[in-house]
């Protein structure tokens, strides 16, 4: 009796550990989300005339212009606009990636697999990618000095802060256990 008593006492530690490990897990979502959500990744074209920052997900929030951008024409803004997108939205995924592999691990090689996509679609260098994830993530590059202020878009309205997680002191499954062991007394 003594032997199956210990093994049930074993069986509930292991239970309780893994409800610990899902609940620190879970816990882990919410700054992850938090971090997800305030992420902003910036490109200018190589002249500097057209500066992209974009967010999570690659939304656009901003795209500036100098008067020398917009005095080259048509299509060669189109052109040097739609580089400068694919530069900001593919730091946006990359920097996505990496959030999600520190809080999540990288069991399925994550930022491996977009910086392979991405080096297949840009046409360049899974290494010149990742030397890009090396500069500052934190910190979009600062604007040429000759930028305007006039905007293409309008900012971004902030999003909500995520709900708080709850304040009653651990899951579901242990009040459920804790209630259990109080009610056999």
Do not use: C, W
């Not at 803004?77 to 959030?99: H, K, N, W």
Request: proline residues 8%.
């Amino acid at each position: 009796m003594s032997a199956e008593f210990d093994q049930l006492v074993a069986e509930f530690e292991r239970f309780q550990s893994s409800i610990r490990n899902a609940d620190d897990r879970f816990a882990g979502l919410g700054a992850m989300r938090q971090e997800l959500t305030e992420l902003r990744a910036s490109a200018s074209s190589p002249d500097g005339g057209v500066t992209v920052v974009t967010g999570p997900g690659g939304a656009v929030l901003d795209v500036k212009f100098t008067d020398a951008a917009l005095a080259k024409g048509p299509q060669a803004l189109s052109a040097t606009l739609m580089a400068t997108l694919r530069e900001a939205v593919g730091e946006a995924a990359r920097r996505q990636a990496v959030l999600v592999q520190e809080h999540l691990g990288d069991e399925q090689g994550l930022v491996d697999q977009v910086l392979e996509t991405q080096a297949e679609a840009f046409g360049t260098t899974v290494e010149e990618l990742r030397s890009k994830l090396a500069e500052e993530p934190g910190r979009p590059p600062a604007p040429p000095e000759d930028f305007s202020e006039e905007r293409v878009l309008r900012q971004a309205d902030a999003a909500p802060p995520p709900p708080a997680p709850p304040a009653n002191g651990g899951s579901a499954g242990d009040r459920f256990l804790r209630n259990l062991f109080d009610e056999e007394d």
